[in-house]
T-cell receptor
Framework: GEDVEQSLFLSVREGDSSVINCTYTDSSSTYLYWYKQEPGAGLQLLTY?????DMKQDQRLTVLLNKKDKHLSLRIADTQTGDSAIYFC???????????FGAGTRLTVKP | EAGVAQSPRYKIIEKRQSVAFWCNPI?????LYWYQQILGQGPKLLIQ????????DSQLPKDRFSAERLKGVDSTLKIQPAKLEDSAVYLC???????????????FGPGTRLTVT
């Protein structure tokens, strides 16, 4: 199975907050990332957090990291229809070149 | 700055045929990656280059897949012969810094969608 797990679907109304959750298994993860993928496009890095941080905020995006539970979340405030996409959680391990991705969460924003 | 370029964007071939994909990373990026993204899954790393040397190809099916980055810039990924299960999007990414640096950001190209019939 996946080392990085995400729920597959999330649907919210425009203007609401979206929270996308991710769990990972390796406690030696150094960086954790959130990527956005729109239809027919490559992955766009939204934000990343170093494993010694608990929270990172960047405009409408808030990342929370709970190392004890190996849980990462991405909160999008005031979600817009343009936020509809697939969001991937990913991790890189200490001394390891491999970036491991979850299967992605498809966010649908309804007007 | 220009992003990661890939071509072709789409390719349809029959099983047992050969196919090649091309990637041009962002100028100055020493590290280049090829990923396979099967529908409904996250990308899976196939191979990673540092300049023109292979850093990690542990998940590359070497009986049919090959990749090269001869001059440390452009890269090609080849499948010969293709199987039905190779149908996927092949993503190329590049990064400026080697992973043991403090920052490790990968920039992705738009991908090549391969359909094997």
């Amino acid at each position: 199975g996946e080392d990085v797990e995400q729920s597959l679907f999330l649907s919210v109304r425009e203007g609401d907050s979206s929270v996308i959750n991710c769990t990972y298994t390796d406690s030696s993860s150094t960086y954790l990332y959130w990527y956005k993928q729109e239809p027919g496009a490559g992955l766009q890095l939204l934000t990343y957090i170093f494993s010694n941080m608990d929270m990172k905020q960047d405009q409408r995006l808030t990342v929370l990291l709970n190392k004890k539970d190996k849980h990462l979340s991405l909160r999008i405030a005031d979600t817009q229809t343009g936020d509809s996409a697939i969001y991937f959680c990913a991790e890189t391990l200490y001394n390891n070149n491999d970036m491991r991705f979850g299967a992605g969460t498809r966010l649908t924003v309804k007007p | 700055e220009a992003g990661v370029a890939q071509s072709p964007r789409y390719k349809i071939i029959e099983k047992r045929q050969s196919v090649a994909f091309w990637c041009n990373p962002i100028s100055g990026h020493a590290t280049l990656y090829w990923y396979q993204q099967i529908l409904g899954q996250g990308p899976k790393l196939l191979i990673q280059f540092q300049n023109n040397g292979v850093v990690d190809d542990s998940q590359l099916p070497k009986d049919r897949f090959s990749a090269e980055r001869l001059k440390g810039v452009d890269s090609t990924l080849k499948i010969q012969p293709a199987k039905l299960e190779d149908s996927a999007v092949y993503l190329c990414a590049s990064s400026l810094k080697f992973p043991d640096s403090l920052s490790y950001e990968q920039y992705f190209g738009p991908g090549t969608r391969l359909t094997v019939t």
